[in-house]
């Protein structure tokens, strides 16, 4: 099966400017997840998607940051106006869960995102 | 707060055994889990335990002790490949479903 894909794999924008990212989960997967890591830091927590509803934004930094899941497949992220502070790579992750069981994440190769 | 905790750097020669420790403060859990990511990759599902235990998948176990919030990674007959980073994460209760809540991951060197 396809894994999840992010686009783009790399993106540098200005402060100030607007950028969107992109994540397919695999197909039936109906949890996604947004992540960010900052340089040397933890893989820090964005939002949960179930399905096409929010189930979970307590991660979201600020209201700069936008998530859609469009009828439960793809997602976007989307930060605008894109801060310096904001530079990290992004992951999106999707899993088949029931309950509690031991379903691990799988995880895109992330978009490393560089604000100048 | 939440945070787990693991060493930022660990360095081993080839066909050695390494030990990645890892202690959680969580509200609520599940479970521990356990990823790798080689640089510019993608974190991968290396194991999880949700019981009290020693769990083994090949060359790699690991182990979890909820009494004391502490877990870690063990890696046999190390290779070069295995140079990577290691993140532990918690398994946390979100509102009926789960989320992982990750440390900020080990990095492995393994050297000839």
């Known amino acids: 099966e396809a894994g999840v894909t992010q686009f783009p794999s790399h993106s540098v924008i200005e402060k100030g400017q607007t950028v969107t990212l992109r994540c397919d989960p695999i197909?039936?997967?109906?949890?996604l997840y947004w992540y960010r890591r900052v340089m040397g830091k933890e893989i820090k927590f964005l939002l949960h998607f179930v399905k096409e509803s929010k189930q979970d934004e307590s991660g979201m930094p600020n209201n700069r940051f936008l998530a859609e899941r469009t009828g439960g497949t793809y997602s976007t992220l989307k930060v605008q106006p894109a801060e310096l502070e904001d530079s990290g790579v992004y992951f999106c992750?999707?899993?088949?869960?029931?309950?509690?069981?031991?379903?691990?994440?799988?995880f895109g190769s992330g978009t490393r995102l560089t604000v100048v | 707060g939440q945070s787990l905790e693991q060493p930022s750097e660990v360095t081993a020669v080839e066909g050695a055994i390494v030990q990645i420790n890892c202690t959680y403060q969580t509200s609520g859990f599940y479970g521990l889990s356990w990823y790798q990511q080689h640089d510019g990759g993608a974190p991968t599902f290396l194991s999880y335990?949700?019981?009290?235990g020693l769990e083994e998948t090949g060359r790699f176990s690991s182990f979890l002790s909820r009494s004391d919030s502490y877990g870690y990674l063990l890696l046999q007959e190390l290779q070069m490949k295995d140079s990577a980073s290691y993140f532990c994460?918690?398994?946390?209760?979100?509102?009926?479903?789960?989320?992982?809540?990750f440390g900020a991951g080990t990095r492995l060197a393994v050297h000839p």
């Open positions: 197909s039936g997967h109906d949890n």
């Open positions: 994460a918690v398994r946390s209760p979100s509102g009926g479903y789960n989320k992982l809540i």
């Open positions: 992750a999707s899993s088949q869960e029931i309950g509690r069981d031991a379903y691990g994440y799988t």
């Open positions: 335990n949700a019981l009290d």
